[in-house]
């Protein structure tokens, strides 16, 4: 038998276990599917037997450093509720910085009626789904080579009422034929070798890091880009805080011009992005 019945009891029981309160409280509201204003206010509240099990099963994944985004099954990014499981990252704060720079761009006077827009690793489509909210004029496109997680990715576009299309495969391979006005993506970009990986291990590793120096990915959608891009398209990509200028090279040589970066919340560079050579100018 648990070592509690009550919502206060299973707080006790949870700190004992080595939980943070708030991750007991934001747990524990999800399965009364209350918030944590009323927890506070109904703590002599007892829990089910079933309850129970949920609770303890979950405090044991969580002091096993399973995310807390994974054992709610949500997470908020750019504003927006999104569903997650473990087939998908969890999105960071700091990927609102491409967004961020994506929408800059979308609303900038040469910005036509629709222009064709891609998330290249949609994951969650967190990417996908900020920009179309916020740019509900765009034609937005999302690919992912897991099926999982377009799976992920889908069902939060339904859920949202936003109209993306989704596009199964590696990289460029899932869009044959279609050319874009802006690229985003937020690739694996981890070495293989990162001491930082074994912390990350509950979450998809193939869009943690594509093994080796972690450059991999992003030398494919940059030598793919020309072919799938209009002139004047935008490409930008998210990337490890030390690959910035290794990245800035990559788009010189490939032959990208007014070459940019952004910095994350916590400065360090984290969004390289530049143009296809022309004037960007959707239709209208």
Partial sequence: MPAFSTIAQALDWSKQQGLDRLDAQLLLAKLFRTDRAWLLA????????????????????RVRDTPLDYLLGETEFHG????????????????????????????????GSAPQVVDLGTGSGAIALAVKHAAPFVAMH???????????ASSNARRLDLKVRAHLGSWWEAVPGLSFDLVLSNPPYIAGGDPHLPALRHEPQMALTPGGDGLAALHTIVAGAAAAMRPGAWLLLEHGYDQAETVHRMLIEAGFVTIQCRRDLGNQPRVTGGQRPGEFVTVK
């Avoid at 990927?95 to 979308?106: F, G, P, Q, R, S």
């Avoid at 999302?142 to 992920?152: C, G, K």
């Fill in 80 to 111: 927006l509720m999104l569903q997650i499981s473990p087939a998908v990252l969890v999105p960071r704060p700091d990927t609102e910085v491409l967004v961020d720079w994506a929408l800059e761009i979308l609303r900038g006077p040469a910005v």
């Fill in 142 to 152: 999302m690919a992912d080579l897991s099926a999982e997680a377009l799976t992920v």
């Fill in 42 to 61: 109904h703590d002599d509240q007892a829990l089910d037997p079933l309850q129970q099990q949920q609770f303890i099963d979950q405090v044991g994944a």
